[in-house]
């Protein structure tokens, strides 16, 4: 019987069973990380929410600064990219993009 | 369509629209055509191919053009695209009862580079719509960044976004790129709505009232500013606000701010100031130019 060793390996049981991932992202005004929130996103990989499209008007945070204060951990803030040449006038994604996560633990005992 | 001139929009009313990329006429709809409706809904509407005359889709004696025939809502839709727009397409939604996901945030069809015409999408509401009921979200002001539809699906909550309440026989006129999605309905009620997209068949200058062009109040409402797009972002707002403005107007000069113009100025008389008398120069210079 054959076996796929990438399958094999990657059916092994996580070290941290009850551990999941919630994220947030966060779109600040500018570039700095203590600029204010414009926008916000949010991914709970608990299961016990699903955060969804027009769910609430305020932000969970004032700026990206204060979700470092709460606690989270900043994985990755959006590169400063050079305006294409005729074309630096134009708008389009919005570009201040602030990722976090936090690990939740999800064991029967803390439910 | 051709509507008296009371019913176009002002001025001030377009600019606004410029600015939010929408315009709400709240309660537009008589009673008598809202009870109506909902049969009509129910029963579906026959679908045309793009391009389609509003006489050939939607013809006198028939719902849609008694709809559309309101003073109002003619003059708004004749002020945005001009007399004898075509149909681009149009459909019927109904959000059932605890009804299903919202929808991620995308600005309809594909990228849109038009930065002098647009399209306007019509949104008629002949029922009440609550919060709860989930109705259209919409972001003001999003409608001129260059998105690829749902390539914005990640935002799930701008700062000022607008999550659409409002009573029946409201008549909602979205520019074609605004940012938007269908909420979900938590509530034990449907929801419906009706849209038509429209394309201008004639060039978008100058359709409306234009009686109060010179209204402060026209620039007031063109520098309106955002909560999202607070920071740097919000003065490349203003820049393509006052582009579509100039393309309105016929005003190749008009600007907000000093944003435009500046970027313009590339001056190309050569001055007798210039040292180097190759260019016809070293001359000793009039005014305060160093001699």
Known sequence: MSTDPVAESFAAPSATPHLRQQLVVLYLASSTLDS??????????????RPTTGDSDDPPYATGLDALLDGWRLLQMSQLLPHAKSDEYDVAYLPYEFLFERLVDTSPSVE | MNVDRKHLLASVEMAHFVSHGSLVLESAV?????????????????RHPYGTALDTAFPQGTFVRELLDLPAVAGAIQSLVGPRPVIDHHAVHVRPPRGGEAQNL???????????AFDVQLMYYPKAVTLEQGGTLSVPGT?????????????QNLAGQTRLTCPAGT??????????????NDSDQPRYMFKIR??????????????????????????????????PEGRL??????????????????????????????????????TDSRLGGGRTADGWAMA
């Open chain 2, 198 to 231: 429209f394309n201008p068949t004639v060039r978008q200058l100058r359709l409306w009232n234009t009686d109060d062009i010179d209204d402060p109040a026209v620039r007031a409402a063109l520098t309106t500013t955002f909560p999202w797009s607070a920071g």
């Open chain 2, 106 to 116: 995308h600005a309809d069809a594909v990228l849109d580079p038009r930065v002098d």
């Open chain 2, 171 to 184: 008549v909602v006129l979205l520019h074609h790129a605004i940012w938007h999605s269908g909420r979900r």
């Open chain 2, 143 to 155: 409608h001129l960044r260059r998105i690829n539809e749902s390539g914005i699906g990640r935002y």
């Open chain 2, 30 to 46: 008589p009673e008598s055509l809202n009870a109506r409706a909902i049969s009509v809904l129910d029963a579906g509407m026959d």
């Open chain 2, 237 to 274: 707002e203003l820049i393509n606000r006052a582009r579509l403005w100039r393309s309105l107007t016929g005003d190749a000069d008009f600007d907000i701010d000093y944003y435009l113009t500046r970027a313009q100025l590339r001056p190309q008389t050569v001055d007798s100031a210039a």
């Open chain 1, 36 to 49: 204010s929130v414009v926008g916000w996103t949010r991914y709970d990989g608990t299961g016990r929410s």
